[in-house]
């Protein structure tokens, strides 16, 4: 994924005339299906995390972020 992503930036910022400027958001996180098992999990945390998002801790209403 890595040098996907460095191919693909490198692309964009010749084309755009921006040399070093990134388009990958840090820390992203990445994974790849390779099961229906996978696929449901994913589907799953993707319907839940509305839900939970009050509770998360990056929230920013949790006192931690404060």
Do not use: A, C
Not at 2 to 9: D, I
Not at 27 to 38: F, L, T
Request: charged share 20%.
């Amino acid at each position: 994924m890595l040098n996907f992503k460095s191919v693909t930036t490198r692309s964009l910022n010749r084309m755009q005339r921006s040399p070093g400027h990134s388009i990958w958001q840090r820390n992203d996180y990445e994974h790849i299906m390779r099961s229906e098992v996978s696929l449901g999990r994913i589907r799953q945390y993707i319907y839940d995390n509305p839900l939970v998002w009050q509770q998360d801790q990056l929230h920013p209403s949790n006192p931690s972020q404060r």
